[in-house]
């Protein structure tokens, strides 16, 4: 579990073409630079860790590629001390991302295989979520709602309504909306009622399943 000065300097370029490809917000890319994106690989894999591509990990689900977490976190719009909910814990790489920033991070994840997995292993180098739930992300967390940001990280064939529900006046929901190519899709919550929506390309992800497994 080591991080050493190649790691950092892979991760510094990695840190560049993410700004070659539009990533402008400073506390995301200070994010990327700190998380040692290799230690949530199989060992193997470490020459994968830091080129912008999503990769395999357990249970047939991937780790999002590095463009994809820094666009959604960017979407996201949160801050030192923001609540947010995660949809899709997975390798936990996006959590990490959140938790580098301050955030207080909410996390869900369907698999038990990777539920079980990552919540031994984000403590275990440091990161700590708030909270680290096994359970279906189409009903979000209303026992910890409302959230300054929620974040889907798997692709989801509707937007589901409790997501919307859970968020506060001025938060935004990121989701990837579509079958087999989805459209990233930004929710800011205006009121009480009012939704306001804007839509930032495509991108593709593992589905969203319901239910867990
Ligand atoms: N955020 C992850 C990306 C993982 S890929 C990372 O940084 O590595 C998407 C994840 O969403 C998978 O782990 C998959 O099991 C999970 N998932 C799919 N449907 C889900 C659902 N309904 N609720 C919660 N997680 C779900």
């Given at each position: 579990m080591k991080d050493t000065f190649t790691h950092k300097g892979m991760r510094k370029k990695l840190v560049e073409t993410l700004v070659k490809k539009g990533i402008a917000n400073k506390e995301v890319l200070a994010a990327i630079n700190k998380v040692p994106r290799h230690l949530f690989m199989d060992s193997g894999f470490v020459d994968h860790a830091y080129v912008d591509?999503?990769?395999p990990i357990a249970a047939d689900q991937t780790i999002s590629q590095p463009y994809t977490v820094a666009r959604q976190t960017e979407l996201l719009d949160v801050t030192d001390g923001d609540k947010v909910l995660?949809?899709?814990t997975g390798s936990g790489y996006q959590s990490a991302?959140?938790?580098e920033m301050g955030i207080q991070v909410y996390t869900?994840?369907?698999q038990n295989e990777l539920f079980k997995k990552t919540s031994l292993f984000l403590p275990k180098i440091g990161y700590r979520p708030k909270k680290m739930v096994f359970g279906d992300g189409y009903k979000g967390?209303?026992?910890f709602a409302p959230f300054d940001g929620i974040v889907v990280t798997a692709g989801a064939p509707f937007v589901p309504k409790p997501l919307l529900a859970q968020l506060k006046v001025g938060g935004k929901l990121v989701i990837p909306v579509g079958d087999d190519v989805q459209i990233m899709t930004v929710f800011e919550r205006t009121s009480a009622k009012k939704f306001e929506k804007?839509?930032?390309g495509e991108f593709r992800f593992v589905p969203l399943l319901e239910d867990k497994n």
């Open positions: 591509k999503a990769f995660e949809i899709g991302v959140l938790l869900v994840e369907r967390l209303p026992e804007t839509e930032h």
